[in-house]
Every structure is written in structure tokens, then in C-alpha cells.
């Protein structure tokens, strides 16, 4: 099982230890929209859990992420 | 996060498990109408097929104690039986207590025309007909004409008509038809929406004919089978949440399916269509060893063990229809084999089938580049077909080039791994395509001939070679291009044109595009040359001339070139230039201008262009070809 990071590097291209909790598409090259499309579908494979649509457009940083996977139940 | 999901799974299970229980308490306390409420509740926890059968079967033990009962029979082609508990759940799911009647497998003719049947008997509310289209004309998967399409689907068109009538004569019952589907790959691959005998749109029109009469009777309903079954693939490859986030549609398992189809477009745009399909025999054809078991003892039939072998041999005849060739490679002695090709009542592919046949001890590889060498055609437009993993990886290593499918163990996966191969598609089926298997059988004889001839010239003639030259017309066009994106060996120039091009220089003044054609005394080999001339203000430049590999080696390209000769001379061309490009494969053509009487007058960025004076020297038609020529 990967981490959160690990997810998110992995959609971007970037190394996991260059992300943190505000990491965000403003300061992540590459998460634009169509790449959040790639990272939600990323997550929910990997976690499997399908993510409310309101929560996808929740999801502005790697923080947020976390929190919400939470709430559905993931140990991110 | 692993444990937590397992415990979340367990956790269902267990809520599951603890229904079941509730519900055998009920039941052996006998309180029936609270047992029946708990399989509705298990079923709702597990939509599974197993538990809607249990409980389904549960409740013919319990008895019925529900209101609003609805009598439901299914009269069917093919075994319906499993959608019974699902229908049953449903039932339940709408307050309804549901009584079944399965019609016996494939008896509904009878059950509707006799009034003492058992579906009479039962007396429906409804009745659900489901007659498979593979079972109202079981040709369907073998290539129908389109005489066979038309017949047929006159004949289902009678047949639902009778039995809604027949049925409707003895019965109050609603009438529900399926609509019969098609659900394989079409042996027309990409072709089958432009031809007169596609079965896409024959399905449309035998489903059209069913509405029309159906609509008409109130009694009487259509059930859009295929929509139904495309909203199962549907729901997981289509995402709503996909479109209202980002205004796309598939998911990425209906995308991967999509790319793959698009493939069968790509490929044969860019020349890399495959020409010949190679099997083995044991394992791969039949199932058993035949030098072990015998002709009897093989698995080839119409029941499993076998019947999944003669539908992978009739996939494979499908090809040869659109001009794929096939060949065997088998391990074997020739005398356990033969038998089997020949009089085996249950082979689909006879011996006259297979292009050429390789049946020895030898190493599988080298079988392989003799096959090429005969076919004349290169090793990648092979595709290679064995069971056995260890000939596969032999295959591959040795040769690369051919295509080598992974065959799944499991025979009853051949077909549909053949057919899901996008490799054997045309953008355009010639007449030369459709008549190139039994081509390749005619060449044999010519084989058998050559060998028998004393000498290369008396061969020649003993062919009774005919040829036939025109300007190329407007229906020329798609086997024009297709052969100047498919012929590698003899080419002058291999400048791949695509139709626009080609109808531009049908249509030029300034150009004249020339079409062979060839017959011999075994048979036509139909368009199987062509040559492009420019003219310039005192040249006439020969922009490309191609030859089929079929016909190479009878001089035939000589007669393309005398054409063009004779129609500069007559303009009085001061030159006829022949220009040349070589590449990996065009080997055989290089000395074509040379041997003509051309010089090498110079070269240009790779690009040999060859002269000669038509007001000074000679071209001439070999002694052994009749020539026809028509139009200037």
C-alpha cells in the first residue's frame, strides 16, 4: 500500500519528499484539471473507494486530500 | 488501510452470515411471511447470483404466503433457467409473489402450437420469448451470402410473427420478444457497415421488420436486448462523474477498449495489415494428440470437448474470406495427420484451405522462413498460432518480426483471441482479396507444373499467361491503393498514396496511371500491377511502377513497361525516365530499368532516375504472354 504522497508523485511525476500538506495545483506542475481527472482516479483505485463528486472538487491540496480520504474511511 | 478494508469486508460477510441464521430460525420456527421478509433482506445484502438462487429455492420450500401473485413463463432458445431467481428478487423488490415456468430448452415451437402444453397448463400473465439470433440462423457466424441474409431474415421475421399469433390464439398472456442479437465480431472486421452482407446492419433490419410487426399488436412488445446489454458494459465504462468533472465520458477500462478498436484503422492505413496466419495442429485445431489417440479419438465436434475447436476453425475460414492466409506448422507424421485434414467429418478447415503445409520434425522456426519464401510475402505479415508456450517463445526469440499470440490455455478463448486481434483488417476488400486463398492454391499447381517442365521458357509458355493493360478508371482506385500501401518487394519508388492522390492522377492530363491485369490457365489473378507516368514537356517520367508478389517472376512488369513505351513513342518523347528508389526490401527491383535497356543517367538525394530514348531503342512483350491492351 502506498502513501498519499507516494499516490500524488506518482500521478505528477514529482518526487514524494518535494510534496507537503499545502502542496497544491499552484505549486504542483502538472495538476491542472485534467490532471486532478488522473489523480482522483488514481486515488480511487488505489484506495479503492469512490469519491463523492462534491469532494473531488473539495480536494485543493494534499491536506484536504488526506482529510477526506479519512473520512471515507482511509488511513492515508 | 489493508486491515481496515478486510475488516470492513468482514464485517459484511458477517452481516450476511447472521441473516442466514436469522432466516433458518424463522423458517424452522415456522413463521413463513416473516422468513420470506428475511431473504428479501439477504438478497438486498448480497445481490449475488448464489444467494438470489438460495433464496429463491428457499421460498419453494416455504410456500407462498405474499399477495399480488404474477404468473411468469419463459419460452427460450438457449438455457434461461439462471434468470429466474434474479427475476424472482425483482419481483419481491415490486410487492409482487411471483409464480415461474420455464419452458423445456429449445422446445417453445412446441409449447406454443400444442393447447395441452405445459405452458398453457401454467396459464402466464406474461410470457418472455428468447430465441438467440445464432440459433434462428445458425449460419450467421460463418460468412452468410447475401442471399443466405435475405432468406433468413424473412424466415425470423415468419417466426416471431407465428408464434406471437399461434401463442396470442391460446393466451391472454403479454408477449415480450427478445430482440435477437449478434454478439460476436463480425467476419467483415471493420467492413461490415459498408457491405451489402454486414450483419450490423442485417441486425438492424431483422429488428426493424420485429418492431414494425410488434408495434402494430397491443398485445405484443420488442425487448431492446442490445441496449440492455450495452448499459451492463455501460455501467462500468461510462462516468457520469467523469462528464461533470471534466466533460469526459469513458472510464479508462471502456477507453482501453476503444484505443484497441481505433487500431483496427491505423493498422491497415499504415500498411501493417498481417497476410498470413500460421497454426499448429494438436492443441490448436483439435484438442488430444492425433499420433497418440487417432482421428477418432481427437476432441473436434459439435459437442464440448470440441465444439470450442470448430468454432475456432470457422473464425479462421472467416479470414480467408477477407483474404488472410493460412498455413500449417505442426510436429508430426504426415500419415497420423492427412487423415484427419481430409476426412475428419468435423473439420472445418480442409487441406485446400491451407496455402502451404509443413508437416515434419524440424525446427519450427525454420519451417516458418520456408513458408515465407513459398507465400513470398515476408515474415511480418506472419501471425503465429500454437498452443505449446515452448514453440511460442522459439518463435519469438528466433523470429520477432512475426506476430506470436499468447493462445490462452483454455481452448474455449480461442476465437475471441483471434478476433479480438486487430491485425487482419483492409480499409477496402478487392476482389483480389476475397479470391486469394484459392489463388494460392492454384500457385501450388503451378509449383507442381514448373517441376515438371523441362525448361524455365517452356514453363513460361505452358502457363498460357495472359495480360491485360488499361488506364486506370475511377473503380480502379481502392485496389490501386491498397496495393501502393501494401507492396514492399517489387516497387520502384514505394511512394504510399492514399486515395485522393491517386483519384487526382486518374483524373490529370498531365498524368497516366496504368492497370495489369493477369489470368493464367489455373485461374485470374486479377489487378495485380500498375504503373504512374508523369509527363513532362519532353519527357514522359515513370513515377512508379508495383507488382504484386504473385505474379512475380513471369515478366509481366515487362509489359506494364512496353505499354508506357509504345504511348511516349507516340507522342514523340525525347526521354522516358525511370526513377528508382531503393529500400530494405525492393532488392528484386532494382535492376528492373537495367534489364530494360535504361542508363543510369544520375542520382538525387537516394533517388536513381534511369533514361531512355523510346525514338531510338526497343522494348518488347515476352513470346509466352498474350497481350491485351485497352483505351491509348
Known sequence: MRTLEEVVSGVFGVEPQSLDESSSPQSVEGW??????NLVTALEQHFNVSIDIDDVMEMGSVGKIREILVAYGVRA | MEEQRDHRKKGADDEVEAQRLVYRELKASGRTAEAHAALNRLVELDPSGGTATFAHRERAKLGEVGERPVRIAILSSYVLDPLVPFLDVECRRAGLTPAFYVAPFNQYTQEVLNPSSGLYAFGPEIVFVA?????????VRRVPSVDDLAKSRAE???TVAGLVRELHARSTALIVVHEPTFTGSSPHGILDNRRGDGLSRWTEDVNRDLAEDLGAQAHAFLLPLRQVLGRAGNERGQSRKLFYMARMRHTDGALRELASYSMRYVKPLKGLTRKCVVVDLDGTLWGGVVGEVGPDGIQLGPAAPGIEFVDFQEALL???KRGILLAVCSKNNPDDVMPVLREHKHMV?????????????RNKAENLREIAEELNIGLDSFVFLDDNPVERELIRQMLPQVLTIELPRDASQYRSTLESLSDFELLALTKEDEQRASQYQANRQRQALELSSGSLEDYLHSLEIRAEIARAEGHHVPRLVQMLNKTNQ???????YQ???IERFVASPDHRVYVLEVADRFGEHGLVGSAIVRRERDAWRIDNVLLSCRVMGLSVETVLLKRIYDAARLHDAARLVGEFIPTAKN??????YRRHGFQLAGEVDGAQAWTLDPRVDRIEDPAWIAVKTTGE
Open chain 1, 32 to 37: 491542472d484539471s485534467m490532471g486532478h481527472v
Open chain 2, 587 to 592: 532488392g528484386p527491383t532494382a535492376d528492373f
Open chain 2, 156 to 158: 425470423i421475421r415468419g
Open chain 2, 490 to 496: 517489387f516497387n520502384t519508388t514505394t511512394r504510399r
Open chain 2, 318 to 320: 472467416n479470414l480467408t
Open chain 2, 499 to 501: 486515395t485522393p492522390e
Open chain 2, 349 to 361: 478447415l480442409r487441406e485446400e484451405h491451407f496455402a502451404a503445409v509443413r508437416i515434419n520434425w
Open chain 2, 131 to 139: 430465441l438467440d439470433l445464432e440459433d434462428l440462423f445458425p449460419g
